[in-house]
């Protein structure tokens, strides 16, 4: 190759040692060197430039087997070439295989090979041509023999994981070790191309290789070690979701939980920052985790999931997920044949659905939930289900049954001594009271309100109490003292991430913003309270706010 100007191209290189012996001392040569490994070594000694390359994207893909099928055959069944699409998940090698075998079958309907692919335990029987250049589980197979012991281990029990993407803490509950055991075998398995950490301590695995992984850990590893291991996972998601919810609503009533098994749990979140980003993070995995459950039967941890996603939920103005994940919750409670865990259920089942404007069924699981605490005699979960019946009645704009219903879940609380749960309740009587013009009663409740939530720090409370207070102020005429309330209110509901809340509130401060006149700035609040109605499916709410000013 001595000054000769060549292209010399290295495919499937295995390692290091097999491709530099071939590298040419000339610098008029260039070399491409492909590789499922990521060669490190040959990056760290030979100055190579490495590029990694990710899978192809759905319009490449469709690209793809246009090139390979035509647009007439692609044509003629889209929903089978949307399928296919999807079970190859932007694979190059899994698409030229089906499109070789369409092309191989002119006769055979797309719609036949999608249907081979429905059953996921054969899926990768699809892949297999004969030809072991070709054959995706041969592919696989010569990545995962190279594999440590502890690599191979690890890498099929990712094959068992729920969910788009896996953190640390969670590899390590399935392994059963420390974080810092598995770091070693993720990053072997990164170098393998049979991983990818897309985001720091978070890896996602291609479909295919998880099918794949999944099938070597049902060979290598009993059914028990597998349930163990999964067990293990809802653990971990459970124990750590639990904590992180303690971090976010710390005055609410905890549930009990069995402690962690030791050794691979590290915790809970620092603090309210770190527990909302942790659920941030995991919000995919942890309703993967909840169905998982379900699928497993493992009752008390599916409503013990739901419990603990509570407040992320309404904070974050999802109440069809916190929905979803009761209707589960409740489900699993009879079959546990749980009382109160039932009880627990149509209460908060009863919030969600008046949230979702299903009023009729709010009312049915809130008087399924009284009929359950009565005979349990828990005075605290029938005031909690009164407040939830209070606020059904408002949504209908009947204000006296409210007020009824909030005086009612008062005098429990009072009973029980619980100085939040009080202040709760003052406030809803203040708001309710307010609504039906009695301002000067609206004002006395909602001041006490604002004392009590200050001394115990209930930031939720807090916020709601001064939105309530702005609407006395606005209707009483003290615009001024209006917008500072709406403005502190809309300040702490920004720092604990309640969106759900701060949609109210930015409506209710466009409102004064109209009343005195300022209509570019009651524009604008109104438009942002339509944001976040429209981010979290709240239909009615936002086509409130439309009647009130087109122009947002």
Request: glycine share 6%; hydrophobic share 45%.
């Amino acid at each position: 190759m001595a000054g000769r100007r060549m292209l010399i191209v290295l495919d499937d290189v295995r390692d290091a040692d097999q491709a530099t012996p071939l590298l040419p001392g000339s610098p008029t040569c260039t070399v491409v060197v492909t590789s499922r490994h990521q060669l490190a070594g040959m990056t760290a000694a030979n100055g190579t430039r490495p590029v990694a390359l990710d899978t192809l994207d759905d319009a490449e893909a469709h690209r793809l087997l246009l090139h390979r099928l035509g647009a007439d055959r692609l044509a003629a069944e889209p929903e089978a070439v949307a399928y296919l699409l999807d079970c190859c998940a932007g694979l190059p090698l899994a698409l030229a295989v089906l499109a070789a075998r369409a092309v191989l079958s002119p006769q055979l309907p797309l719609a036949a090979l999608a249907t081979e692919l429905r059953d996921t335990t054969g899926r990768l029987d699809a892949w297999d041509t004969g030809d072991l250049r070709t054959n995706l589980r041969a592919v696989f197979t010569a990545s995962y023999r190279g594999l440590s012991a502890r690599a191979s281990e690890v890498f099929g029990l990712l094959g068992l994981a729920p969910g788009p993407d896996i953190g640390l803490g969670a590899v390590a509950a399935l392994a059963g070790l420390p974080p810092a055991r598995v770091r070693g075998p993720l990053r072997e398995l990164e170098g393998m191309s049979l991983i990818r950490q897309h985001t720091p301590d978070r890896w996602r695995m291609h479909d295919l290789v998880r099918l794949y992984a999944a099938e070597q850990v049902r060979e290598d590893r009993s059914e028990s070690a597998r349930q163990e291991a999964l067990r293990r996972l809802v653990d971990f998601h459970l124990h750590t979701a639990y904590a992180a919810e303690r971090l976010l609503a710390p005055h609410r009533a905890p549930i009990k939980l069995d402690a962690p098994a030791p050794g691979w749990w590290q915790g809970p979140p620092a603090d309210h920052a770190a527990a909302w980003s942790w659920f941030a993070e995991e919000h995919a995995c942890l309703l993967a985790t909840r169905d998982l459950a379900a699928k497993q039967e493992w009752h008390e941890a599916v409503w013990r999931l739901a419990w603990s996603l509570d407040t992320f939920h309404f904070r974050r103005g999802t109440i069809q997920d916190q929905f979803d994940g009761w209707m589960a919750g409740l489900e699993a409670a009879r079959r546990l044949g749980d009382p109160e865990a039932q009880a627990l259920a149509h209460r908060i089942l009863g919030h969600a659905c008046a949230r979702l404007g299903r009023h009729g069924l709010a009312m049915e699981h809130f008087q399924q939930a009284l009929t359950l605490t009565r005979s349990t005699g828990d005075l605290a979960a029938q005031a909690q289900i009164h407040q939830g019946l209070a606020m059904s009645w408002a949504q209908r704009e009947d204000f006296r049954q409210a007020l009824e219903h909030t005086t009612q879940a008062l005098h429990r609380y009072r009973a029980l001594d619980d100085h939040v749960r009080t202040a709760d309740a003052l406030n809803d009587m203040g708001w309710y009271a307010s609504r039906l013009g009695l301002h000067a009663e609206g004002l006395a409740h909602c001041e006490a309100a604002l004392a009590l939530f200050r001394r115990h720090r209930h930031r939720d409370g807090e916020a709601n109490t001064l939105d309530s207070l702005g609407y006395i102020a606005h209707h009483t005429g003290r615009y001024d003292q209006a917008l500072s309330h709406y403005s502190e209110a809309l300040r702490l509901l920004q720092e604990i991430g309640n969106a759900f809340d701060e949609a109210n509130t930015l409506e209710h401060l466009g409102d004064v913003h109209a009343a005195i006149g300022d209509r570019q700035q009651a524009r604008n609040a109104w438009r942002r309270a339509l944001r976040l109605y429209q981010a979290q499916n709240r239909a009615e709410d936002a086509d409130r706010v439309r009647r009130r000013s087109p122009a947002v």
